[in-house]
T-cell receptor, first 113, second 112 residues
Framework: DSGVTQTPKHLITATGQRVTLRCSPRSGDLSVYWYQQSLDQGLQFLIQYYNGEERAKGNILERFSAQQFPDLHSELNLSSLELGDSALYFC????????????FGQGTRLTVV | AQKVTQAQTEISVVEKEDVTLDCVYETRDTTYYLFWYKQPPSGELVFLIRRNSFDEQNEISGRYSWNFQKSTSSFNFTITASQVVDSAVYFCALSTGNQFYFGTGTSLTVIP
């Protein structure tokens, strides 16, 4: 158990809909990262937050947004969903920035039908 | 441009054989970090090692060892005396500043 909690574990939704994925980092970790893992794109870094502020952006679509709350949990919002958004979404946390050891949650499997 | 290449898509070995997973990276940054992660069939990503660009010492941890060579931009991972529990997808990753890049992964199957 990495200490990073992601909910829900599985999500099935229709095209055009909006979903929210939630992540609770390990106790004491200030950084939260979101990643998307799909068969065709592999593992892609989406975005990082550090202590409530956006720190880095990767290949995140404009339809996607994230935030980190004062209690350090984070949410990833995916809107106007398309079939191609079906993927495994991972959250990870670390004490510091990108160069520190990151611990991953078990992921949320999103299926868009 | 930053890039991580794991040319081996799939590898199968018989239990107790040694196996090396290759990782080649590209970056113009002088300061960077390299990582290996393991993704077992259960799906979670497990951190294995982190190495910074100024530390070329090889590292051994039990049956695992890592060979970092800046001259060839490689960070290879060797499992000695492989076991069935080593079956997983292994990812090499590069971190430069605020960006993180994963390779496409190598799927390792250890046959009993």
């Amino acid at each position: 158990d990495s200490g990073v909690t992601q909910t829900p574990k599985h999500l099935i939704t229709a095209t055009g809909q909006r979903v929210t994925l939630r992540c609770s980092p390990r106790s004491g970790d200030l950084s939260v990262y979101w990643y998307q893992q799909s068969l065709d794109q592999g593992l892609q870094f989406l975005i990082q937050y550090y202590n409530g502020e956006e720190r880095a952006k990767g290949n995140i679509l404009e339809r996607f947004s994230a935030q980190q709350f004062p209690d350090l949990h984070s949410e990833l919002n995916l809107s106007s969903l398309e079939l191609g958004d079906s993927a495994l979404y991972f959250c990870a946390s670390s004490q510091g920035g990108q160069n520190t050891e990151a611990f991953f949650g078990q992921g949320t499997r999103l299926t868009v039908v | 441009a930053q890039k991580v290449t794991q040319a081996q898509t799939e590898i199968s070995v018989v239990e107790k054989e040694d196996v090396t997973l290759d990782c080649v990276y590209e970056t113009r940054d002088t300061t960077y970090y390299l990582f290996w992660y393991k993704q077992p069939p259960s799906g979670e990503l497990v951190f294995l090692i982190r190495r910074n660009s100024f530390d070329e010492q090889n590292e051994i941890s039990g049956r695992y060892s890592w060979n970092f060579q800046k001259s060839t931009s490689s960070f290879n991972f060797t499992i000695t005396a492989s076991q069935v529990v080593d079956s997983a997808v292994y990812f090499c990753a590069l971190s430069t500043g605020n960006q993180f890049y994963f390779g496409t992964g190598t799927s390792l199957t250890v046959i009993p």
